[in-house]
């Protein structure tokens, strides 16, 4: 039972368990007559440095298990590894030696080979590594100088062959190739004449589907066999969806996610040979339903998932619900994942966390039931000492509900805090319920935190993410200031202590909340955030050229005088003159989405006009800091901008200046 669904390559602009329902005004904590005094003041390190054992999976066979952890390099700074550990055994052996950057991801190839990705620098330009377990017979397989590297699909059943997507050819599009992972010979399979965007196989590993776009329409290709020519199944506006997820098991029709003739997506099956849909599985009406697994052993679905405030699940097998119900008996109070499983589905690494843990990994013996931890992973960290992370909800100012989620420092009653409001990168992404360590921090140093779902926010439904079209700086910042006024009016927050923060589009945020609101923050954070809507799109990688025109349709073209016009009036670097608080910069000199200069210029037009802004740029990271070291950095400069300007310095300097 792999409760796994299939790789899919989509390329995309996004600049990217139990549950109860919960909403409305915050309710107390469970443990609200603890005294802050008795939370100790958490080392910033304990936060953000890396896991000692992480992202942990099981091999085909079962016997053996690979995972991440740190390993200092030659100036003592720390990269996340591969090391394999047999199972039953104590020890493991570090099977690659990455020095210069984090490895993002890894998997098994097959039972003695891994395959893992990296970029340098941020660039984002991911190439594929292939080692054996005993870490012997190293190959680079697709380091190309500009070439980016995604997994189209891992073909769990070919020992020696994966399927790769690659700009090798053109950078603007990405073709595929079936690729030897020991020799590194490849092959391509289709070559992209421009408008494909993602690739789908079936279960056989042969591909099957195409997604293509001209940018305001997508299509679907199908064709019947590789030896056939795609033929157009289905072509749609970009607003709606019609998602492949996987094929059925007799390779004839497609599972999707689909949102064509109704608002929220849902989880249909789908005749490729008509363009129609056939059944509906399941569908939600409130929310959108884009997860279904299965077991690639047994051949049938075992679970559609969703998320309202937390994950939900819904099980289509006897058998998948019977172990999920042993493992919620066995891990009260956590929400429960299967991040890995070996082939006979007998084997299963699961994954806890809560929203004041970063939880465990698990063994799980399906036929015995026996369950064994493997390792904690953030076991420095105790959960008594972290703060709860309530679902709420408010209502827009024309009438939409935004749902979101409040962090209150733990021992602290929700009454007169310092706040940050944390907005959330994409736009078109949202905000989970979860362990968070940036709140976690913040409400540990004493603040509350509020994330809002703004209009925008994927999962709740195709209306509410059309709201968002060109209102960047309009009402999608409407949305987050009637999130602090919210704060304010329900008395959690102290009006004069409210900070602004966010990474890429929330960096954005922060921005147009300090020039649009120059009254509401105390001070901002901006983390890799645009700031002029005409420079950042003059300056996107070149493989997110084929989403230009949606780009334009969603944000604004400037080649359009009335949206010129609109792009003028919410670019932040236009209108830095109204902002009056105090500004923390961060930026990563390699970014290649939100490009170093968005910063540049921000800063340039803030010491023109005097204000207060402080610069933080690291040459060897890109949009968002991944080195250990660099985040540290950040957050030290952050917690010492936000004492100085919302913290205990601030407060002590606001009752002075009353007295």
């Not at 012997?136 to 399927?163: A, H």
């Not at 736009?427 to 935190?449: I, S």
């Not at 209009?455 to 009637?482: C, H, I, P």
């Not at 290649?592 to 010491?607: F, G, I, L, T």
């Amino acid at each position: 039972m792999n409760l796994k669904t299939k790789w899919v390559s989509w390329s995309s602009i996004a600049f990217t368990f139990l549950l109860f329902s919960c909403g409305g005004a915050p309710q107390p904590a469970d443990n609200s007559d603890t005294s802050m005094a008795e939370i100790p003041t958490i080392p910033l390190e304990d936060f953000f440095k890396n896991p000692e054992k992480t992202r942990y999976t099981i091999s085909p066979d079962g016997q053996h298990f690979a995972f991440m952890a740190p390993v200092n390099n030659e100036t003592g700074e720390k990269r996340m590894n591969v090391f394999v550990q047999a199972v039953g055994e104590a020890s493991a052996q570090q099977v690659t030696e990455v020095a210069d950057r984090d490895i993002a991801y890894y998997f098994w190839a097959n039972n003695t080979r891994l395959v893992y990705s990296k970029d340098f620098g941020g660039d984002e330009n991911f190439a594929l590594f292939a080692v054996d377990i005993d870490g012997n017979n190293f190959k680079e397989l697709t380091r190309f100088e500009g070439v980016r590297t995604n997994i189209i699909d891992d073909l769990e059943n070919q020992d020696e062959i994966i399927l790769v997507g690659m700009n090798k050819r053109n950078p603007m599009v990405f073709d595929p190739y079936r690729m030897n992972i020991v020799t590194g010979e490849m092959e391509m399979v289709y070559e992209n004449p421009g408008n494909i965007v993602g690739w789908q196989t079936d279960h056989d590993g042969k591909v099957r589907i195409a997604m293509a776009s001209n940018g305001l329409d997508n299509s679907i290709l199908y064709r019947k066999s590789e030896d056939e020519p795609f033929q157009e199944m289905l072509t749609t506006s970009y607003k709606e969806s019609m998602a492949p997820l996987f094929f059925t098991f007799d390779n004839q029709q497609l599972y999707a996610s689909s949102n064509l003739g109704r608002d929220k997506s849902a989880i249909v099956k789908f005749d490729p040979e008509t363009g129609k849909e056939i059944e509906v599985l399941f569908e939600h009406d409130e929310v959108d339903v884009s997860g279904l697994y299965f077991s690639n052993k047994r051949k049938v679905l075992t679970t559609i998932s969703w998320t309202k405030d937390k994950r939900e699940r819904k099980f289509l097998d006897a058998e998948t619900e019977a172990m999920f119900k042993d493992l919620e008996e066995k891990l009260p109070g956590y929400e429960i994942g299967i991040s890995s499983s070996d082939k006979a589905e007998e084997n299963f690494i699961v994954r806890t966390y809560s929203d004041r843990s970063m939880g465990a990994y698990y063994t799980y013996n399906k036929p015995e039931g026996k369950l064994t931890m493997i390792e904690e992973v953030a076991p420095w960290l105790n959960e008594d000492n972290m703060a709860e992370m309530q679902c709420i909800s408010y209502q827009s100012r024309d009438g939409l509900t935004i749902h979101g989620y409040l962090t209150v420092p733990r021992g602290q009653e929700a009454k007169n805090l310092p706040v940050v409001v944390n907005v959330h990168g994409g736009p078109w992404a949202r905000d989970f319920w979860g362990y968070d360590p940036t709140c976690q921090f913040l409400a540990n140093r004493g603040y509350a935190v509020l994330q809002m779902n703004f209009r925008g926010s994927t999962g709740y439904g195709r209306n509410f993410w059309e709201a968002s079209f060109k209102e960047w700086g309009l009402k999608m910042q409407d949305d987050v200031t009637d999130g602090t006024q919210w704060l304010v009016d329900q008395g959690i927050a102290d009006p004069n202590r409210i900070a602004i923060f966010g990474g890429s589009y929330g960096g954005y945020a922060t921005l147009a909340g300090l020039t649009k609101e120059p009254e509401l923050y105390a001070c901002g954070i901006d983390y890799v955030g645009v700031s002029n809507l005409f420079t950042f799109m003059a300056t996107i990688p070149p493989y997110w050229k084929p989403y230009l025109p949606k780009l334009h349709d969603m944000v604004g073209n400037p080649a359009d005088t009335a949206d010129s016009v609109r792009m003028t009036a919410t670019s932040p670097v236009f209108h830095a003159d109204k902002i009056t608080a105090p500004l923390l910069i961060a930026q990563g000199a390699k970014d290649p989405r939100v490009n170093v200069d968005e910063s540049d210029q921000m800063v340039a037009a803030m010491k023109y006009r005097g204000v207060n802004v402080q610069y933080l740029v690291e040459p060897e990271e890109g949009h968002g800091f991944r080195n250990e070291e660099n985040r540290f950095k950040f957050y030290r400069a952050m917690e010492e901008f936000l004492n100085e300007h919302l913290g205990k310095a601030a407060a002590a300097e606001q009752a002075t200046a009353s007295r």
